[in-house]
């Protein structure tokens, strides 16, 4: 049974961080492209960062460069999303996927909240 579990979101002040963890089970994570979106409310899902399978390529939504950073661990098989500067436009639900050819997997999400 395929499973990503987010974990990590909460609410933060402007200007902090959060580390948001994806534990994923049921799939060789270590052959798929691993990627965080984010869904605010009444908005579209956003793509925000992406990691190759091997962890050697990264990219970066334009709005989230510079502070946030994607990051796996492939004996853990888990994907990591630091998170710096946070303001209150990153506050949404973050997804993690997995994809490899036509199959895309997803978590069920957690909720960041950046407020003063």
């Known amino acids: 049974q395929v499973q990503l579990v987010e974990s990590g979101g909460g609410l933060v002040q402007p200007g902090g961080s959060l580390r948001l963890s994806c534990a994923a089970s049921?799939?060789?994570?270590?052959?798929?492209?691993m990627r965080w979106y984010r869904q605010a409310p009444g908005k579209d899902r956003e793509l925000v960062a992406s990691?190759?399978?091997?962890?050697?390529?990264?990219n970066y939504a334009n709005s989230v460069k510079g502070r946030f950073t994607i990051s796996r661990d492939n004996s853990k098989n888990t994907v990591y999303l630091q998170m710096n500067s946070l303001k209150p436009e990153d506050t949404a639900v973050y997804f993690c996927?997995?994809?490899?050819?036509?199959?895309?997997?997803w978590g069920q999400g957690t909720q960041v909240t950046v407020s003063s």
């Open positions: 049921g799939f060789t994570f270590s052959t798929h492209v």
């Open positions: 996927s997995a994809a490899r050819g036509y199959s895309v997997y």
């Open positions: 990691i190759t399978s091997a962890g050697i390529i990264t």
